[in-house]
């Protein structure tokens, strides 16, 4: 089955984000394909790279960059919910890229299932 992830969870506060990252692990696990990750409203803080956590808690923006680079996955980011929250591209965590609502839209009209976290 092909799946698009919805993350609007923060990437700390709350246990959305990392709920949907341990949700795609599995999906890829189980031989299942992801053809968007699209983070919106607060979910776009998973994409800061200022984010700091301190060194016993788990960095889940780093996560997010080693599930993408090692499936080639696409981590979408809603931009107008990134720039009313401050994040452009000079703290735009790499591989992840700002995009419209039409591209997460054509990405659900290819999918057999969305999901949101």
């Given at each position: 089955?092909?799946?698009?992830?919805?993350v609007k969870g923060e990437v700390y506060g709350s246990q959305a984000a990392y709920l949907a990252y341990q949700f795609a692990?599995?999906?890829l696990a189980s031989g299942h394909e992801i053809?968007?990750?699209?983070?919106?409203?607060?979910?776009v803080s998973n994409a800061n790279v200022l984010v700091n956590p301190a060194s016993d808690e788990v960095n889940l923006v780093e996560h997010w960059k080693k599930l993408a680079e090692n499936h080639r996955l696409s981590l979408h980011l809603c931009i107008s919910a990134a720039q009313r929250r401050g994040i452009v591209k000079e703290n735009l965590a790499k591989p992840f890229i700002l995009a419209g609502l039409g591209e997460f839209?054509?990405?659900?009209?290819?999918?057999?299932?969305?999901l949101t976290f």
């Amino acid at each position: 089955m092909q799946y698009v992830l919805a993350v609007k969870g923060e990437v700390y506060g709350s246990q959305a984000a990392y709920l949907a990252y341990q949700f795609a692990e599995q999906l890829l696990a189980s031989g299942h394909e992801i053809r968007q990750i699209f983070f919106f409203q607060n979910g776009v803080s998973n994409a800061n790279v200022l984010v700091n956590p301190a060194s016993d808690e788990v960095n889940l923006v780093e996560h997010w960059k080693k599930l993408a680079e090692n499936h080639r996955l696409s981590l979408h980011l809603c931009i107008s919910a990134a720039q009313r929250r401050g994040i452009v591209k000079e703290n735009l965590a790499k591989p992840f890229i700002l995009a419209g609502l039409g591209e997460f839209s054509q990405a659900v009209l290819k999918a057999d299932r969305l999901l949101t976290f």
